[in-house]
């Protein structure tokens, strides 16, 4: 990561980190590590076709997952993804 890029928003309702990557870093990101402290760390991956391909077998075959697991996962909205960044918010 290039910390001098690095930021954090936070608000009442919300929170927003952005990410750098440091120079010399190239491709896109698979997947991020967010929690409280290190033993709670939950991972999420960022949008790709492979991703993509991945969650919706999983979705789409109701006997391996219930609608209540479905709806306590937070909704990671991707805002902007280029080759050196990428923006998410997270709900």
């Given amino acids: 990561l290039a910390s001098p890029e690095t930021s ?7 929170a927003a ?8 870093s190239t491709g896109l990101w698979e997947k991020f590590c ?10 999420r991956s960022f949008v790709s076709e492979e ?9 789409l075959c109701p006997s391996l ?12 909205e991707v805002l902007d993804v280029t080759e050196d960044r990428i923006q998410i918010r997270l709900k």
């Fill in 34 to 43: 967010f929690g409280l402290d290190a033993s709670a760390l939950q991972e």
């Fill in 17 to 24: 980190v952005g990410l750098a990557k440091a120079p010399g």
């Fill in 51 to 59: 991703n993509v391909d991945g969650f919706l077998g999983t979705v």
């Fill in 65 to 76: 997952c219930s609608q209540s697991a479905l709806e306590s996962q937070p909704l990671i």
């Fill in 8 to 14: 954090v928003s936070v608000s009442a309702h919300n």
